[in-house]
C-alpha cells in the first residue's frame, strides 16, 4: 500500500538543528523527496535523494535514506525562524508523489 | 520565467454546483499534476496530465475531472460539490513527470470553499 507517515511538530530552538523523520511504504520508489509549504503558499521543492543513495547533503541539509527500514530524515543545520513551515516528505510510486502528512516546524528564538 | 500560475486563487460555492479551476504551468513543461490539500486528508493526489493525456489517476471520485489543452495549460472540473469537497487545490509542473528527476513546481493553489 501506499503510506506515508511523519509527525506533526516539531519545536526547536533557533541555531539548533532540526530532524525531521517520516516512513513510507512503497520500495518501488526511485526518488523519495522533501518540500516545504509556507503559510498561505504553494510546495516548494528542498531536495530529494535517489533511492540507491543513503545520504545527500546540501548546505544546511542533510537527507539521510535506510532503505531497509523505509525511513527517511531531513536534517535542517543552524535552524533560522525563516525555516518555521511545514515540512512534507513524498514517495514517488510511479507517475505521482504521495504525500505524508506534515510536519509542522516552529523555531523559537 | 514566470512560474506556475492558478486562477481564481479563491473561490466560495455552494452544495451542488459545479466549478472549474484553471492551471497554467511554466513554458516548456509538459505535465501537469493536481493534488487536494485537506487538514484531515493532508495532500491527495487527482490526476496527471502529459501532452493532453491523462497519465495517471487518484482515487477520486467520477465527480473530479480534468483536461489539458495543446499548450499545456490544465483545467479540473468538481461537479455536484460537497461540503468535503473544500480544501485548497493545488496544481504542480514539470517537464516530464513527477517520477523524474526534474522538478516540479507547484502554484499558490486556490482555496475553494463550498457552503
Known amino acids: 500500500g501506499e503510506d506515508v507517515e511523519q509527525s506533526l511538530f516539531l519545536s526547536v530552538r533557533e541555531g539548533d538543528s532540526s530532524v525531521i523523520n517520516c516512513t513510507y511504504t512503497?520500495?518501488?520508489?526511485?526518488?523519495l523527496y522533501w518540500y516545504k509549504q509556507e503559510p498561505g503558499a504553494g510546495l516548494q521543492l528542498l531536495t530529494y535523494?535517489?533511492?540507491?543513495?543513503d545520504m545527500k547533503q546540501d548546505q544546511r541539509l542533510t537527507v539521510l535514506l535506510n532503505k531497509k527500514d523505509k525511513h527517511l530524515s531531513l536534517r535542517i543545520a543552524d535552524t533560522q525562524t525563516g525555516d518555521s513551515a511545514i515540512y512534507f516528505c513524498a514517495e514517488s510510486p510511479g507517475d505521482k508523489l504521495i504525500f505524508g502528512t506534515g510536519t509542522r516546524l516552529q523555531v523559537f528564538p | 520565467k514566470a512560474g506556475v500560475t492558478q486562477t481564481p486563487r479563491y473561490l466560495i460555492k455552494t452544495r451542488g454546483q459545479q466549478v472549474t479551476l484553471s492551471c497554467s504551468p511554466i513554458?516548456?513543461?509538459?505535465?501537469v499534476s493536481w493534488y487536494q490539500q485537506t487538514p484531515g486528508q493532508g495532500l491527495q493526489f487527482l490526476f496527471e496530465y502529459f501532452s493532453e493525456t491523462q497519465r495517471n489517476k487518484g482515487n477520486f471520485p467520477g465527480r473530479f475531472s480534468g483536461r489539458q489543452f495543446s499548450n499545456s495549460r490544465s483545467e479540473m472540473n468538481v461537479s455536484t460539490l460537497e461540503l468535503g469537497d473544500s480544501a485548497l487545490y493545488l496544481c504542480?509542473?514539470?517537464?516530464?513527470?513527477?517520477?523524474?528527476?526534474?522538478?516540479?513546481?507547484f502554484g499558490p493553489g486556490t482555496r475553494l470553499t463550498v457552503l
Open positions: 513554458s516548456g513543461h509538459r505535465s
Open positions: 512503497d520500495s518501488s520508489s526511485t526518488y
Open positions: 504542480a509542473s514539470s517537464f516530464n513527470g513527477p517520477q523524474h528527476d526534474n522538478e516540479q513546481f
Open positions: 535523494i535517489f533511492s540507491n543513495m
